[in-house]
């Protein structure tokens, strides 16, 4: 079993910045690909950016240029940078993680509890 712990989240103004932080404990060594997911009310959940264990990265394009994610596997840590953030950031932040190696990476079955962003106009 993985938990997860998100932290981070809070109110911030267009332009500004916030870094997500996710603490996975548990059985860490299992753990192979994390990402970041977002959702809002009546939206499905999407995700945001993942990392793989290796450290290959990918972003959707809305954030592409404007957050990092990065990851320590020493510390069991996932970040995610977020400047220049808008008002179309404004959602809940899950971290995701996948116990199972793939080849294509895809979400896995551990979700932190989420951590609100909220941006202000």
């Known amino acids: 079993q993985v938990q997860l712990v998100e932290s981070g989240g809070g109110l911030v103004q267009a332009g500004g910045s916030l870094r997500l932080s996710c603490a996975a404990s548990?059985?860490?060594?299992?753990?192979?690909?994390m990402g970041w997911y977002r959702q809002v009310p009546g939206k499905q959940r999407e995700l945001v950016a993942y990392i793989r264990k290796a450290g290959f990265t990918h972003y959707v394009e809305s954030v592409k240029g404007r957050f990092t994610i990065s990851r320590d596997n020493a510390k069991n840590t996932v970040d995610l940078q977020m400047n220049s953030l808008k008002p179309d950031d404004t959602a809940v932040y899950y971290c995701?993680?996948?116990?199972?190696?793939?080849?294509?990476?895809?979400?896995?079955?551990?979700w932190g509890q989420g951590t609100q962003v909220t941006v202000s106009s």
């Open positions: 995701n993680a996948d116990t199972t190696m793939r080849i294509l990476p895809r979400p896995g079955d551990y």
């Open positions: 548990g059985s860490t060594s299992t753990i192979y690909d």
